[in-house]
């Protein structure tokens, strides 16, 4: 079997929802359900913990050594790679973010010595940092008073959904839906308003927006 037909089947056999799997990373449902219909591939630093929830090794999940009607490597004494070990990193609440009545992001900044707060989460990016969800406008994505996690260092696939900061000092929240000819095509959160197509020269930076980040992982200000 392919890694699409893999991950579903083994996902179904532990109990496990797409958003169970998607939560390892803070990501949305909908990125699992595009890994099963093969639409994408996830990234390639996200396979060894995908793997690991699913109890497999790497290999397995791939396809590249068959699985046994008891759920081990078919006619392989191969060792399963060590554990990965991970630990959650401060990453600091850099702003308050409210989508406007023009689709775009109205991002209230604190200086980066004096954030807000942090939020304790899994990311190897030292440049990461949380926002924190203001108003109704973002609903029913982003709730008031939720937390998004974003990465700046991390790369940014079709689907994901990602901080697109502009030239001219604007910023949005969006959902990546192509790039191609030099252009880039982003979807909005809020449905009202149509998909826009971006110049690429115009990009200065693409953040990838990690999800909601829980509310008990919030520390004050150290």
């Keep these: 079997m392919k890694f699409p037909q893999i991950l579903k089947q083994?996902?179904?056999?532990l109990g496990l929802t797409q958003q169970n799997i998607a939560d390892i990373w803070g990501i949305k449902s909908v990125n699992v359900s595009d890994w099963e219909r093969g639409k994408f591939m996830p990234e390639a630093s996200k396979l060894p913990a995908l793997a690991k929830r699913l109890n497999m090794s790497l290999s397995e999940l791939m396809g590249?050594?068959?699985?046994?009607e008891d759920g081990g490597p078919a006619g392989s004494e191969l060792d399963d790679a060590p554990a990965i070990v991970a630990t959650p990193r401060l990453i600091p609440v850099a702003g308050r973010v409210q989508a406007?009545?023009?689709g775009l992001l109205h991002i209230d900044?604190?200086?980066?010595e004096h954030p807000e707060g942090y939020m304790a989460w899994y990311t190897s990016c030292v440049e990461a940092y949380a926002l924190r969800v203001r108003g109704e406008s973002m609903s029913p994505r982003y709730l008031p008073g939720e937390f998004?996690?974003?990465?700046?260092c991390a790369d940014v696939?079709?689907?994901d959904e990602v901080i697109v900061l502009l030239e001219d000092g604007r910023r949005m929240i969006k959902r990546l839906l192509w790039k191609r000819d030099e252009q880039a095509c982003f979807e909005s959160v809020n449905?009202?308003?149509p998909n826009i197509i971006v110049d690429i020269e115009e990009i200065t930076a693409l953040h990838l927006v990690l999800g909601h980040i829980p509310k008990s992982a919030f520390r004050p200000s150290i």
């Excluded at 083994?10 to 056999?13: G, I, L, N, Y």
């Excluded at 998004?148 to 700046?152: A, R, S």
Aim: no cysteine; net charge negative; aromatic share 12%.
């Design 64 to 68: 590249e050594i068959p699985r046994s």
């Design 100 to 102: 406007g009545a023009d």
């Design 10 to 13: 083994r996902r179904k056999e």
């Design 148 to 152: 998004v996690g974003v990465d700046p």
């Design 109 to 112: 900044d604190f200086p980066p």
């Design 191 to 193: 449905k009202d308003f």
């Design 157 to 159: 696939f079709p689907s």
